[in-house]
């Protein structure tokens, strides 16, 4: 479209990568992210200064970890289990001749997506950007935040346990499913029809929506979300032992 | 007095006539559409039935998808008669993935009739240019290179990460950029987008 459009204003000479960002990545080249985007989400990515802990003691960004570059590989049993949080690495600049070749051999190893960020350390000085000189942290750990309208493993265990009066457990998987193992107070409606079933459901209380995989627990969450119901899904896996059930084993 | 009588007979009829359909209209079929899919497709305003935007879920054991639509997440059923365009089954639907959907209301659920995967674009083999020679001509940089590499998208998906020396120029906003591209015209440039998936 826009190559289509180039062309009708006179350009001769016009090429399209019409794979795309994918195929970039996906060949094991790094992704430019800028200082725009990591600033408004520090929480939610793993930052890496590959400058390593000497150079971060002079002062680096807030959160990051500080591990040199030709260690990098060696630390990438410890990258978030979620592969959809963004690894973020930074040097000085814009080292890309250096960085690209390891974050070529890390795409071997993990599926994480991996960012170079635009100008570096000192780039991201310049915008004013939070840096810290203490709590060099050398070892990657990174504690998933939840997301719109989940709940975390633990509290969903809590509430499983403790049955407490203002939350229903909303099990949305298949009657054949739940007969197999489910949680003894729990509400089994399944998804398919959840919706003509809305009334069997109070208000007045958060609905705790669970299923095998968080994949219908996100719909029904949704869908009870948009019916005006107080709700929150566990995105998550949930396997049972008779009747007591495994959470939140990724794989 | 009898004509009155009539006239209040062809109100009362009017009126639920024009009532009724609204009462078994449970689910709201105007459209949904994702903004980015206007800047383009204008007429997904207009139509009805329909759900344009970007999958963001998919459970065969529910026999449902997921499209998340600005901040609202839209459900729809899908059948063994449900017909599928541009990819093989449902099976290939992967998230992400630009959709448009059209459904009918059974009781409280939305049913897809069609569902249509957003089409790859056609690109003349000679304008096609690979990750390999992307990669040669990114080593020189763009002056040496003598390229303009523009990203297509969104400016969120530019802030969020580009190719190395990419400029932004969002398709919709490309008609007053222009001034960004090259002056003079038989210089390289080269386009890229989301790609498929």
Redesign the interface.
Known sequence: MAARLAAKKGYTNIKVFHAGVPAWQGNGNPLITTYDFVSKRLDNVVLIDVRGPEAAKKGHIQGAFAIALNRLVQEKDAFPLDTKVPIILYSDHTELLEITPVVEELSLWVDHKMFVLDGGYAGWVKKGGPVQREKIRTKIVYLPKPGPGEIVGDEFMNIVNSEPEDKIILDVRTADESSEGKIEWAVNIPLDDLQSNLDKLSKGKEIIIHCGTGMRAQMAYSALKNAGYKSRFLNDKVAFIKDQPICCFKE | MKRMKNMFGILTATLLLWALPNTWAAVDTSPIVQNNCMN?HQNFGKMKNVIAGNLS???M????I?MKIGS????V?FTPETKIKNIPDIESLKGGMALRVHYEVT???RVASRIVVKP??K?PPE?????KE??QLIEKGPKEGAYTL?D??PS?????????S?IS?P?PK??EM?GK?PKE?????????????
């Open positions: 383009c879920g998919k459970s054991k529910a026999s449902s997921q609202r997440l839209e459900m059923k009781g409280s659920d790859k674009i690109v304008q096609m240019i690979d990750v992307l990669t523009v297509s998208r969120p998906g530019y802030m969020k990460g580009h190719i190395p990419a120029i398709f490309m008609k222009l591209l015209k038989d210089q390289l440039v080269i386009f890229y987008c989301q790609g498929y998936r």
